[in-house]
């Protein structure tokens, strides 16, 4: 019937009706052309594509039979490649419109008529990935990890599998079908290189936005497994291996990505990761305080070459200085140093950030010239620790206090991507606008820019380099650091906000900044959440009658000189016990602590290290096991001193020059306790003779912290916001004066 014939332009028709989605008349089309033309088996492929595309699958798996009902096995063969062609561009075509649950569909019958097609099944899994569908069950039904360790399966698509491989890592990092996955993935990826710097970003993504350094360390162990000399892994593996409190394994890490750099800057790079480990190790020994100067001579010789040649990996040179407070209280030669890397790293980057650092210096000179006090300020807060963290805690205050009605308040949270952190979702709260990174974030700054911040307050300092590259691209008119840590130097910051007390008189005189000075402290707080103590005086055989000396702080902040300070107290003070956090798995800092006091006549049975907890409501009560702390020297406690403080337990600190040397005196001062600090190291033995065989005097000043709860500056946290608001409006008004 001439009805039924085809039209001449019906291979035209058919593609229009595949476009518009019009697969009843293809079908027919199909069907007519199958009748034309019934040995053309393409025919057949494409009515099947069709009635699957309409929905009838099971019809077109018969058309699809049907067509090769009367081939022999080898045409078969051929026949099924041209259909699994056939339905795999179609599959591609709607990956590229992003609809993705029909090129799912089609991609399963492909599974169907192929089991073994891993560049499909994989296919498969990035679809379900896009879908929101994937289960962990997946890899394990489909047989992609039998498939992949079989070396007879050759036709792998690198990119694909490479591919794969970072959405996994991205999507399910922390499950064991992901860390399987990736075990037999990764040594059938033949650019190594490309391996390695395309998953290092995400790596580090999962050791900290995920919180899963251990499990970040295992995916670095897999990649260290085909590529052993790359410096870049090597480091990384140190860093985290100090993380887990594997020293060792982190300083040899550290030791021999060092030995196999050859240029300057990586070599400085890669020390720091030695500092790091031996620190971790071994606290502030001589050994630790010469390797020190030997980074303290790398980053000189760095500095001198003055490169602009760095690019945008000179933001890794920021935390160089990090270590020398720990070993060292000399504020001048410290300061000097993160300022010298600071002004290298502003160089470098303003010379590869040209065009963005050009574009928010127009902006803000517009801006300063229309600038309004009737507007309310908007105070931006960039950091990756507002959450359960030291930082997180003592924040937390000024948050809660702001007058939103003045203020409109921006938070830029690092590496919070995938955390699940019930405080910092409560800053999210608390905030008009908040921004949410991993690790590795490039739109930070802009977005900063786009927000119009006025005030831009930087809460890490040094402890992140992303943080520093941020606040030098200078996309607020003002920026300032606060609370994280001391100074960074970065020449684009105005302010680095203290107290009378935190920053000695002079130090005007070598900080980089202006020091913008609160009228009583830096830092208050309305208190602290406390558990159940998990520890006993009887669990851990001390007499009722004893004693107790405490140290909370971390192995870097262990000094050999200071510790020998609280054995001569120790030895001073009958029937008395030291308790000290045990440092990871290494007993190195135990043994040197034990050391020191059988030099100093003290029995080490009077030493007892205690485990970590969990969590840091319990580690509070866990300070109520002490009589005093003994802080550390020549970095003091911080929050600990603050949880200290709040304890009603006596302290005794020994204070400095450089901030971190002056943490505890500011605080106790503002707590309205004199007794305990120390000028010098004989102040420091006798405040802790004299508290530890004074019970009265401790009792005294327990009560004195309990009272001071009610009127000391330290427990003020409203006054303290109003204070810093204050602050921050002397900012503006200086900027708009065009005094900054």
């Known amino acids: 019937m001439i009805a039924d014939k085809l039209p001449t332009d019906w291979q035209q028709q058919v593609n229009q009706c595949l476009v518009n989605s019009n697969y009843a008349k293809a079908i027919n089309l199909y069907e007519k052309a199958i009748i034309t033309e019934p040995q053309n088996k393409s025919y057949y492929w494409q009515l099947g594509l069709m009635l699957l595309l309409e929905g009838q699958e099971e019809e077109a798996q018969t058309t699809w039979l049907l067509g090769m009902a009367d081939g022999e096995a080898e045409e078969v063969e051929l026949w099924t490649e041209e259909l699994v062609e056939v339905l795999t561009t179609e599959a591609n075509r709607r990956v590229a419109t992003e609809n993705f649950s029909v090129a799912w569909v089609i991609r399963q019958h492909i599974r169907e008529i192929d089991p073994t097609d891993i560049n499909n099944l994989l296919q498969l899994i990035d679809l379900s990935i896009a879908?929101?569908?994937?289960?962990?069950?997946?890899?394990?039904?489909?047989?992609?990890?039998?498939?992949?360790?079989?070396?007879?399966?050759?036709?792998?698509?690198?990119?694909?599998?490479?591919?794969?491989?970072?959405?996994?890592?991205?999507?399910?990092?922390?499950?064991?079908?992901?860390?399987?996955?990736?075990?037999?993935?990764?040594?059938?990826?033949?650019?190594?290189?490309?391996?390695?710097?395309?998953?290092?970003?995400?790596?580090?993504?999962?050791?900290?936005?995920?919180?899963?350094?251990?499990?970040?360390?295992?995916?670095?162990?897999?990649?260290?497994?085909?590529?052993?000399?790359?410096?870049?892994?090597?480091?990384?593996?140190?860093?985290?291996?100090?993380?887990?409190?594997?020293?060792?394994?982190?300083?040899?890490?550290?030791?021999?990505?060092?030995?196999?750099?050859?240029?300057?800057?990586?070599?400085?790079?890669?020390?720091?990761?030695?500092?790091?480990?031996?620190?971790?190790?071994?606290?502030?020994?001589?050994?630790?305080?010469?390797?020190?100067?030997?980074?303290?001579?790398?980053?000189?010789?760095?500095?001198?070459?003055?490169?602009?040649?760095?690019?945008?990996?000179?933001?890794?040179?920021?935390?160089?200085?990090?270590?020398?407070?720990?070993?060292?209280?000399?504020?001048?030669?410290?300061?000097?140093?993160?300022?010298?890397?600071?002004?290298?790293?502003?160089?470098?980057?303003?010379?590869?950030?040209?065009?963005?650092?050009?574009?928010?210096?127009?902006?803000?000179?517009?801006?300063?010239?229309?600038?309004?006090?009737?507007?309310?300020?908007?105070?931006?807060?960039?950091?990756?620790?507002?959450?359960?963290?030291?930082?997180?805690?003592?924040?937390?205050?000024?948050?809660?206090?702001?007058?939103?009605?003045?203020?409109?308040?921006?938070?830029?949270?690092?590496?919070?991507?995938?955390?699940?952190?019930?405080?910092?979702?409560?800053?999210?709260?608390?905030?008009?606008?908040?921004?949410?990174?991993?690790?590795?974030?490039?739109?930070?700054?802009?977005?900063?820019?786009?927000?119009?911040?006025?005030?831009?307050?930087?809460?890490?300092?040094?402890?992140?380099?992303?943080?520093?590259?941020?606040?030098?691209?200078?996309?607020?008119?003002?920026?300032?650091?606060?609370?994280?840590?001391?100074?960074?130097?970065?020449?684009?910051?105005?302010?680095?906000?203290?107290?009378?007390?935190?920053?000695?008189?002079?130090?005007?005189?070598?900080?980089?900044?202006?020091?913008?000075?609160?009228?009583?402290?830096?830092?208050?707080?309305?208190?602290?959440?406390?558990?159940?103590?998990?520890?006993?005086?009887?669990?851990?055989?001390?007499?009722?009658?004893?004693?107790?000396?405490?140290?909370?702080?971390?192995?870097?902040?262990?000094?050999?000189?200071?510790?020998?300070l609280q054995m001569k107290i120790l030895k001073e003070v009958p029937n008395s016990y030291f308790l000290f956090k045990k440092f990871g798995e290494s007993d190195v800092l135990s043994e040197l602590l034990i050391d020191i006091a059988e030099s100093e006549g003290v029995s080490s049975d009077r030493l007892i290290p205690i485990e970590e907890v969990a969590l840091e409501e319990i580690h509070r009560a866990n300070l109520g096991i002490a009589d005093i702390v003994l802080d550390t020297y020549p970095y003091n406690g911080a929050t600990t001193t603050l949880e200290t403080l709040w304890m009603c337990i006596p302290m005794v600190t020994r204070v400095g020059q450089q901030f971190a040397a002056r943490n505890s005196y500011t605080m106790m001062m503002n707590a309205g306790i004199s007794e305990g600090i120390a000028w010098s190291d004989e102040e420091y033995v006798e405040w802790g003779i004299r508290l530890g065989k004074d019970e009265k005097l401790r009792q005294e000043i327990s009560w004195k912290l309990r009272k001071s709860r009610q009127t000391a500056p330290l427990w003020n946290a409203k006054q303290f916001t109003r204070e810093m608001e204050k602050a921050y409006e002397g900012m503006w008004q200086r900027y708009i004066e065009g005094e900054s």
């Open 131 to 564: 879908l929101k569908n994937y289960t962990r069950e997946q890899l394990s039904e489909y047989g992609v990890i039998e498939l992949l360790e079989n070396k007879t399966v050759i036709e792998i698509e690198q990119n694909l599998l490479l591919h794969i491989l970072i959405e996994l890592l991205v999507y399910d990092p922390t499950s064991s079908s992901s860390i399987e996955f990736a075990s037999v993935a990764i040594p059938r990826i033949e650019a190594r290189n490309t391996l390695v710097n395309s998953l290092i970003p995400v790596i580090y993504q999962i050791a900290y936005s995920f919180a899963a350094v251990g499990v970040a360390r295992k995916y670095a162990e897999l990649l260290l497994n085909v590529a052993p000399d790359n410096r870049e892994l090597l480091r990384t593996m140190a860093q985290f291996s100090v993380e887990l409190t594997d020293y060792a394994l982190g300083l040899e890490y550290a030791e021999k990505s060092y030995s196999l750099s050859t240029d300057l800057f990586e070599k400085t790079i890669a020390h720091l990761q030695i500092c790091r480990a031996l620190i971790a190790f071994r606290g502030c020994d001589q050994k630790v305080k010469e390797t020190l100067e030997k980074q303290e001579s790398l980053i000189q010789s760095l500095v001198a070459k003055a490169s602009e040649k760095l690019g945008g990996a000179v933001m890794r040179l920021y935390n160089m200085g990090f270590f020398f407070p720990y070993a060292r209280d000399c504020p001048e030669r410290n300061i000097k140093i993160r300022s010298q890397v600071a002004q290298l790293c502003q160089v470098n980057l303003e010379k590869a950030c040209q065009e963005e650092v050009s574009k928010y210096h127009k902006k803000l000179e517009k801006r300063k010239n229309i600038s309004s006090k009737t507007k309310p300020l908007r105070i931006g807060y960039l950091s990756h620790c507002l959450r359960r963290h030291s930082v997180g805690w003592i924040a937390r205050w000024l948050f809660r206090y702001h007058n939103q009605d003045k203020y409109e308040i921006y938070l830029y949270l690092l590496a919070a991507e995938n955390r699940n952190d019930t405080m910092q979702q409560w800053y999210i709260n608390q905030a008009t606008k908040a921004h949410v990174y991993g690790i590795v974030s490039t739109e930070v700054a802009e977005d900063i820019y786009e927000d119009e911040i006025d005030i831009l307050i930087d809460l890490d300092s040094t402890t992140l380099t992303n943080s520093c590259s941020i606040m030098a691209m200078r996309a607020a008119p003002i920026q300032a650091t606060w609370l994280g840590w001391d100074a960074s130097g970065i020449p684009t910051i105005d302010y680095y906000i203290a107290d009378p007390y935190v920053l000695p008189e002079n130090a005007q005189d070598y900080y980089p900044h202006k020091i913008w000075r609160l009228p009583q402290t830096y830092v208050a707080v309305d208190g602290f959440e406390v558990n159940i103590p998990s520890l006993k005086r009887q669990d851990l055989g001390i007499p009722n009658d004893a004693v107790v000396y405490f140290t909370a702080q971390r192995g870097f902040k262990c000094n050999p000189d200071t510790a020998r």
